[in-house]
């Protein structure tokens, strides 16, 4: 659902009735992961997207009876070997989704919309739906913030909001969405609760060192990936804003002294195109010591060998440098610069999910590598 916060907070303030199918668990090759939402107004207008295509018929029309309802349904889809015409996947994946009305007069609006604000203005925020255990709890949501505040709750048993308050919080600190498995009264005991747990976090950091042509190509595609982007170079007649109209920021500094204050996390990438090295190496030999996501350098073959030299005599380790990710990007041929980033992209989002980087025709890996299998014993609807 947060995945789509801009749009629905929209409806929101517009004062709009609709509802909202959400992702709760996916099982073998489902086209979408958890959290993946498609919702629908009052008028019949539907935005989002639950399977790319497969079931999306059949979550508008159950949207639509939970408006005019105002019940909350989880269903599941699945292939159906009997009849290869029923509503279901064709890639043969499993997908339980969660139909959740949110109507002006509904308990879920206010924390749903409180949740849907705070995603929408880039705010960290984790919102904990009920998505399996009794009827009255189903749907009902608490929304839980980075500084420990929540709003909404279960009305069951205290315990149970404090417990998934504290759960949700480590969902939010890692950037998770996923489902947890709690007991009606907050402990590992009593009638089981299933949780869907969404974290909205601030888009994560592409920070792209080296002002050039390949640079303005990469920026548009980090954009397209959806990371906040920064462009930094030591040169103020190529680090403008008319040659990266695109970027979130623009900075004219030393890389390695502009990278020594800014903030970096688990999940930022730091790109090095300056190929030159009285700019990469101090660069480099800082980068390669901080705990981001990926640190990849363009280059010939030449220039690494004689780059990783150079980091070495700086003191740059063997087990540092193999965090290095040089030649930049996935062998594709490319040569144009728009090539070039895709390639570098491509690199990024296979270290990021745990792809292999090769050609799925032919191959025997999955197609999906960060997908958990449904917990056993599910069940296809619950009214």
Request: aromatic letters at 4%; glycine letters at 12%; a negative charge.
């Amino acid at each position: 659902m947060l995945d789509i916060a801009e749009e629905l907070n929209r409806w929101v303030e517009q004062g709009r009735d609709f509802a909202v199918a959400t992702v709760v668990a996916v099982g073998g090759s489902a086209p979408r992961q958890p959290g993946a939402a498609l919702a629908v107004d009052a008028d019949g207008t539907a935005i989002g997207s639950v399977s790319g295509g497969c079931v999306e018929g059949a979550v508008y029309d159950l949207c639509r009876q939970a408006l005019e309802d105002g019940e909350t349904v989880l269903e599941r889809f699945g292939y159906s070997d009997e009849d290869a015409f029923a509503v279901g996947l064709t890639c043969g994946g499993i997908i339980d989704i969660l139909v959740t009305p949110v109507r002006a007069d509904g308990p879920a609006r206010p924390v749903l919309a409180a949740a849907l604000a705070a995603a929408a203005q880039g705010e960290a925020a984790a919102v904990a739906r009920v998505v399996r255990g009794p009827a009255g709890l189903l749907g009902r949501a608490l929304l839980v913030r980075p500084d420990g505040s929540c709003d909404g709750g279960f009305g069951a048993h205290p315990e149970l909001d404090r417990t998934v308050a504290a759960e949700a919080g480590a969902f939010l600190d890692a950037g998770r969405t996923g489902t947890l498995e709690i007991g009606e009264q907050g402990s590992r005991c009593g009638a089981p609760l299933t949780l869907l747990v969404e974290s909205s976090v601030p888009a994560p950091r592409m920070i792209v060192f080296g002002a050039i042509d390949f640079a303005s190509a990469l920026v548009r595609v980090g954009k397209f990936l959806n990371y906040r982007v920064t462009v930094c170079d030591a040169r103020p007649v190529f680090a403008t804003r008319t040659r990266f109209p695109e970027a979130d920021e623009i900075v004219v500094e030393w890389p390695h002294k502009y990278l020594e204050r800014t903030e970096v996390d688990g999940r930022t990438v730091l790109c090095v195109l300056t190929h030159d090295a009285k700019f990469d190496v101090p660069l480099l030999e800082l980068a390669l010591r901080l705990p981001v996501a990926y640190v990849g350098a363009m280059g010939s073959r030449r220039t690494h060998l004689d780059r990783n030299e150079r980091l070495r005599a700086v003191g740059v380790t063997e087990l540092e440098l193999a965090r290095l990710r040089s030649p930049i990007g996935l062998d594709l041929g490319a040569r144009t610069p728009e090539e070039t980033a895709i390639s570098i992209a491509a690199e990024i989002v296979a270290n990021r999910r745990g792809g292999s980087g090769i050609s799925l025709t032919g191959a025997h890996t999955p197609i999906h590598h960060d997908l958990a299998s449904l917990p056993a014993g599910r069940i296809g609807s619950v009214a």
